[in-house]
């Protein structure tokens, strides 16, 4: 049998929602704005591989979606 000597990359998990104030078409300018600071303060503080999870039209007062 054999050994699996490969490290998985631990990844920086980066996670947006939507403002209740921002319109529901397209990607919100809250999350764009949301993704810009969240980047900037992983590199600053030296988190590795950056991946985003959003939540872009799905507000926080909704229970849409909810299994």
């Not at 049998?1 to 490290?7: F, I, L, S």
């Not at 998985?8 to 600071?37: H, V």
Request: glycine share 8%; aromatic share 8%; net charge neutral.
């Amino acid at each position: 049998m054999k050994k699996q000597t490969e490290k998985k990359e631990k990844i920086t998990a980066l996670y947006c929602r939507l403002s209740q104030d921002d319109g529901r078409e397209g990607e919100s300018n809250s999350i764009s704005n949301q993704k810009e600071i969240l980047l900037q303060y992983a590199k600053q503080h030296g988190f590795l591989h950056p991946e985003f999870f959003v939540d872009d039209g799905i507000s926080g007062t909704t229970f849409a979606g909810v299994r």
